[in-house]
Nanobody, 116 residues
């Protein structure tokens, strides 16, 4: 089992920045990929960014150049630095851990609201 706890959401004006953090506990040795997903009202959950244990990262086209994911394997944390935020980035952001056993774990989510 893996437990994930997110922090760092909030309200920010368009053009501003926020940093989300996620701490994993439990069977962290089983985690291969950690990442962030988001779900806006009335929309499906979508991938934002992921980071593999070996360092490879992946971003949604909509956030490339604005968001940066970073992972600390020793501390079992993953962070998402979000710059140049837009109203369309408003969503609940979820931390995800994908294990080598192909099991997904999710945090409870943190709300990011970007005002225009």
């Amino acid at each position: 089992q893996v437990q994930l706890v997110e922090s760092g959401g909030g309200l920010v004006q368009a053009g501003g920045s926020l940093r989300l953090s996620c701490a994993a506990s439990g069977s962290t040795f089983s985690i291969n990929v950690m990442g962030w997903y988001r779900q806006a009202p009335g929309k499906q959950r979508e991938l934002v960014a992921t980071a593999r244990r070996g360092g490879d990262t992946n971003y949604a086209d909509s956030v490339k150049g604005r968001f940066t994911i970073s992972r600390d394997n020793a501390k079992n944390t993953v962070s998402l630095q979000m710059n140049s935020l837009r109203p369309e980035d408003t969503a609940v952001y979820y931390c995800n851990a994908h294990t080598y056993q192909l099991v997904d774990y999710w945090g409870k989510g943190t709300l990011v609201t970007v005002s225009s």
